[in-house]
Antibody, heavy 120, light 112 residues
Framework: EVQLVGSGGGLVNPGGSLRLSCAAS????????MNWVRQAPGKGLEWVSS????????YYADSVKGRFTISRDNAKNSLYLQMNSLRAEDTAAFYC?????????????WGQGTTVTVSS | DVVMTQSPLSLPVTLGQPASISCRSS???????????LNWFQQRPGQSPRRLIY???NRDSGVPDRFSGSGSGTDFTLKISRVEAEDVGVYYC?????????FGQGTKVEIK
């Protein structure tokens, strides 16, 4: 079964850091571009970042550029999001999502979401 | 950046009746390869998003054929031919043609 399982969320103070993880199974992880998408409480979806299969291409939304770092370990079938200098407006559920090949950001498999709360 | 605008934002529907959601983009979504990278996602209450439609009109595996996507250029539509109780949730259009990818605000479908 194709599956993505996110983890690492929690409560953090403004200005703090957190590292999210996403464990993939059931497919050849290294062949897929992976994305992070977030959803603030009661709000819509916002694309955050993407990384190609070999980590050659990495992109960030302007709202997180310079503060967040996406990475992956294909040997461990894992995706990561290092989040620094966190702000209250970063409070959200973070989803990892697989991008179908040849489908420009067409995310066909999503994880269950891990919640990040930035508050003092 | 491309802006995606959905309407309506709230859609009360009667079971068994059709429903239609509109999505408009601020720029044409036709990519240089001729494809239109317009996706539709469903998010049921308390669940992760699920892709229903990709590249304008292609249904994902397992998606009931009562869902269909259509449109061209900057105007797109998701249609549900006969709404069922399990269709309750929020529906998002999303463009992948231009960077950065962008979602619409979402349309909440509820049963009357």
């Amino acid at each position: 079964e194709v599956q993505l399982v996110g983890s690492g969320g929690g409560l953090v103070n403004p200005g703090g850091s957190l590292r999210l993880s996403c464990a993939a199974s059931g497919f050849t992880f290294s062949s897929y571009t992976m994305n992070w998408v977030r959803q603030a409480p009661g709000k819509g979806l916002e694309w955050v970042s993407s990384i190609s299969g070999s980590s050659d291409y990495i992109y960030y939304a302007d709202s997180v550029k310079g503060r967040f770092t996406i990475s992956r370990d294909n040997a461990k079938n894992s995706l990561y999001l290092q989040m620094n200098s966190l702000r209250a407006e970063d409070t959200a559920a973070f989803y990892c999502a697989r991008e179908a090949p040849g489908n420009r950001y067409g995310m066909d498999v999503w994880g269950q979401g891990t919640t990040v709360t930035v508050s003092s | 950046d491309v802006v995606m605008t959905q309407s309506p934002l709230s859609l009360p529907v009667t079971l068994g009746q059709p429903a239609s959601i509109s999505c408009r983009s601020s720029q044409s979504l036709v990519y240089s390869d001729g494809n239109t990278y317009l996706n539709w996602f469903q998010q049921r209450p308390g669940q992760s998003p699920r892709r229903l439609i990709y590249k304008l009109s292609n249904r994902d595996s397992g998606v009931p054929d009562r869902f269909s996507g259509s449109g061209s250029g900057t105007d797109f539509t998701l249609k549900i031919s006969r709404v069922e109780a399990e269709d309750v949730g929020v529906y998002y259009c999303m463009q992948g043609t231009h960077w950065p990818p962008a979602f619409g605000q979402g349309t909440k479908v509820e049963i009357k």
